[in-house]
């Protein structure tokens, strides 16, 4: 397999791979995201995107590798998650919701049954490594991957 169809491939199963494990801890096991959570995945749907133009016009250098640098940018996002997590620093200090439109009553309703997710606070680690951490080791490699096999010659 060329390094670049290779590449390619690691863009695609990566990104679906992580963010298929968190919709199904979501959906399936029940732990809600919090803000940065919602933060880390937006990347990899973009890398998702990326990776299928790439495959449609049978690999291009420059789409895979901006596949990669989004996956990079969540693994950021997972390593500034995961050192809010450990209370290395501090995080998002706001307050958020998503609101549904509607009446005071409805937008009341919405808040009251959103669930209290905290970004300081680890819902499930595995090996001590929360789920952030995980998210920040696997993008890192997945995205540093990616690029090593697009420098390969």
């Not at 050192?83 to 995080?91: N, P, R, S």
């Not at 549904?100 to 309703?109: E, K, L, N, P």
């Amino acid at each position: 397999m060329r390094s670049e169809a290779a590449a390619n491939a690691l863009v695609l199963v990566g990104p679906a791979a992580l963010l298929g494990g968190a919709l199904l801890f979501q959906h399936v096991g029940g732990l809600y995201p919090c803000e940065m959570c919602i933060w880390q995945r937006w990347p990899h749907a973009a890398a998702l995107v990326l990776g299928c133009v790439a495959w449609a016009m049978r690999s291009n250098r420059a789409v895979v590798a901006l596949a990669a640098v989004a996956v990079l940018v969540s693994g950021a996002i997972g390593v500034f998650h995961a050192g809010v997590e450990l209370k290395w620093w501090e995080g998002v200090t706001a307050c958020s919701a998503n609101l549904a439109g509607g009446s005071q009553a409805d937008i009341m309703a919405s808040i009251l049954n959103t669930p209290l997710v905290r970004c300081d606070a680890v819902a499930w680690s595995l090996f001590g490594i929360s789920m952030a951490g995980w998210n920040a080791i696997l993008s890192t490699g997945i995205g540093g991957g990616t690029l090593w096999l697009l420098a390969r010659k």
